[in-house]
Structures are given as C-alpha cells and as structure tokens.
C-alpha cells in the first residue's frame, strides 16, 4: 500500500507540474515541453491497476485535469511553452468591439470555490478582496455581503497571494498560482502589481519567465517603503527594492509561509519546507528586513520531520509567536505534529498543543492555517480540515466546524480552511 501511494503521489506531482510548465513558461520557447497523452495514459494505467478505492482517492480531480489539459493540448499530446500567456498578448492586439447585448448573471450565487487569501482595505474595512484559486479576485464594497471579479481579463486567475499596502492601498500585489500540489491546481504567472486599486495590472519582475511551473506563496510589503517587496515561489524567498521591477533572491528553498513582526518591521519570520520530499523543513528569523536569515529551530521538531509551518505574531505584543507545524509524508502522512510558542520573538519554541490533536487530518500539505486574536494572546484559532479554537494558548482545543455534518446543519462549514483572519475593527469576527 506504501509503495502504491508513493506511485500515486508520484504521478500527481507529474501532472502538476506538466501542466503548469506547458502553460506558464516563457512565449519565447517554442519547443514542447511534455507530451499530454503519454502523462495522461500513465495515470489512466494507475487506476486501472486498482481494485477498489476510498473515499477521496483523486478521480475527481484527476479526470477534472485531465479535461483542463486536453482543452490545450493539440492532438499530438503537445502544449507549446507559453502557451497561455501568447494568447493572452495576441488578444488584447485585436481589435475589440462594442456588443448591444446585455448579460445578466443567473448563479448559482451561494458558491465561493477554494479561497487562499482574504484581506481588508487598511482604510475602509468594509472593503475587502478575496482570491480565489480558479476564478480571480473578488472584491466587497459592502463588508463581505456582495462580491464582484475584478480580474476576469488577466490571462491567469489562480490567485494564490495578495497585498495591499498599508500606507498606499491603491499598491497592490498579486500572486498567481495554487503551489500546494493538488492536482486540481493551476499554476502560476508570476507577480502582478498594481497602483489603481486593481482596476489595472502590470506584471513586475518575477513574471512568467522565472515562473514556468511555479506559484507566489507569499507576499510582503514593507509598511514603512512601498518600493521594497518580498515574494516567495518554490524555488525560494525574493527580495525587490524598486517596487517589484527587479528581484534577488535572499533565502532558498520551498518558502510558504512569511510573516513581518507588526511592532518591529525589520524583524520577519519565514518557514522553508517540503511535505513529500526527505529535506524536511525549519524556521528562519531576518531582522535586517529580510537580507539575512538565521534557522531558529530551538524547542522544535527535528528539521527532517517538518513537513510545513505556518506562523502567526500576536499584534499587541510581538514577543508572542505561534506556529502550527505538519509532518512529512514519511514522518506521519502529513498530519500535525503540534502547535507551538515563541515568547522571545522566534528564537526558541516550546509546544503547547497537549498531543493526540490533528487539525489537518492527512493534508498537511495542502490546508493550513493559525491566527492568534489580536487583544488576547492566549485565544488561537488554528485549522486545516476543520476549524478549531485554543483558550488556553494552544494547550486543549474545541473544535469549531464539522465538514461531516450534513449540509443545512448549524456547525456544518465545508472541508478545507486556507485562510484565517480577524476584522481589524472587531476582534470578536474571524473570517475563514
């Protein structure tokens, strides 16, 4: 069964990557770069070995990628490089025109799809935007009751990562791509910037070029400098001093996760990791505004365990550091592996989950999330399949959600949280 799920894995990975290199490298690469037919039939070949399946063994998504490739692929099983991104530069060259017709949407309106991010304007909260991984980014003008797309134009809505600057909100960032390896997920073109609130995009210096195959994980904007941006893809942490025109790599690796300390903007936390492969992950400190980076692994599990972190600094003292850790695929099929605490800013750890507790289930590869309220550092929200709240800084848990449930029940909340974020005027509302 181990060596079946390592093939499966294997496989997954395979399309995933094959799909995201086809379509997002460079136009000026005009070489195929995989043969569709040949990746398609080795999975189909998979399947068919198998004599029965659980519930959630990937079908699904697998015949949904399968579909989405063939859509490009031309009938030799072949995507050429860049292929996306062409069409993207041919259509708006061609002449547009006005059309009499009027459309009017019919729904379904009570959707959302997977969302990575949330956030609210740092002015007017009741402004808010949220990415989606499949359809764009939505916008509310109307504190979360009504959402519109603002990016249906843009040649990639994948949207893995988003910012807004705090001093200059019409500085945004947004990055493209789902980099978490599911097979459903579309990758990336690099990183878009823009000044007008959203209304136009522009692609910076981390474009489709360094992007072919890739995703933006996270971005961060120096509140004090909106020239100096940080993005991290899976090839490591980059830092830009010229509002995004060009990029230098700081710390290399799979970085996923980036965190800037509220009180002391120099200060920064970053975790590197990698949930299916052997290098485990650890935990980096800057404190010269990301140039440098030291491993803080004091008080936490072995490096070669770590599958994946994700970190939050409590706002009102930003001594207070959580971070909710995952194990590799061979340490413990990605579940969690606790949740732990800085009292010293990131420099040494102790756990404080009591053990048994697994918020992530078997995917802590893919949904991950901790937020730490902002007037109680001892109140924890953390989650991955369900939802889950710590009174107690992370010692006992109740949980909050119940994917299991039946739809229409009170605590019933679909499977899967990515995100957690509380109201910047209401610490009692938490977003998820």
């Not at 062409?86 to 019919?106: G, I, K, S, V």
């Not at 003008?141 to 001093?167: C, K, M, Q, R, Y």
């Not at 229409?408 to 899967?416: E, N």
């Amino acid at each position: 069964m181990t060596t079946q799920r390592s093939q499966f894995i294997t496989l997954l990975l395979m399309l995933g990557l094959f799909a995201g290199l086809a379509l997002t490298a460079s136009a000026q690469q005009t070489k195929p770069m995989i043969n569709v037919n040949q990746a398609l039939s080795e999975m189909k070949a998979y399947y068919d070995s198998q004599e029965a399946w659980p519930r959630s063994h990937g079908w699904k998504p697998f015949k949904r990628c399968e579909w989405d490739l063939m859509q490009r692929a031309d009938p030799n099983g072949e995507i050429p490089a860049g292929a996306i991104w062409e069409a993207y530069l041919q259509r708006q060259r061609m002449p547009h025109a006005t059309l009499d017709e009027t459309w009017t949407p019919l729904g379904p309106f009570n959707h959302g799809g997977r969302t990575r991010v949330i956030r609210f304007h740092p002015v007017d909260p009741t402004i808010m935007f949220a990415g989606s991984v499949g359809g764009g980014l939505f916008k509310s003008v109307d504190a979360g009751n009504n959402w519109f797309p603002i990016t249906d134009d843009l040649p990639n809505l994948a949207v893995g990562s988003f910012e807004i600057h705090p001093e200059c909100p019409d500085t945004m960032f947004l990055g493209t791509g789902e980099g978490y390896l599911n097979i459903d997920a579309v990758k990336g073109i690099g990183l878009l910037r823009s000044i007008d609130g959203g209304q136009t995009w522009q692609m910076t210096g981390m474009n489709y070029v360094y992007s072919a195959g890739r995703s933006i994980f996270t971005i961060d904007l120096d509140p004090r400098n909106p020239n100096i941006v940080l993005a991290s893809n899976t090839t490591g942490l980059y830092k830009s001093i010229d509002a995004g025109e060009t990029f230098t790599i700081v710390r290399a690796g799979n970085v996923n996760e980036l965190q800037r300390d509220p009180q002391n903007p120099d200060v920064l936390l970053c975790s590197a990791a990698n949930s299916f492969g052997g290098s485990g992950g650890s935990v980096y400190r800057s404190t010269d505004n990301g140039d440098n980076w030291t491993a803080v692994n004091d008080g936490l599990p072995d490096p070669t365990t770590i599958g994946r972190v994700v970190l939050t600094f409590y706002p009102g003292n930003s001594q207070i550091v959580y971070a909710g850790i995952s194990g590799t695929n061979n340490y413990n099929g990605n579940q969690m592996i606790g949740i732990y605490r800085s009292v010293d800013n990131g420099q040494n750890w102790v756990q404080m989950s009591s053990g048994g507790e697994n918020h992530y289930a078997s995917q802590g590869w893919y949904d991950m999330a901790i937020a730490v309220k902002p007037n109680n550092s001892s109140v924890i929200y953390s989650s991955g399949l369900d939802l889950y709240r710590s009174w107690n800084s992370g010692m006992f848990w109740d949980q909050q959600t119940h994917w299991e449930y039946p739809f229409g029940h009170p605590d019933f909340v679909h499977a899967d949280h990515h995100e957690i974020v509380f109201h910047p005027d209401n610490p009692d509302e938490v977003w998820a």
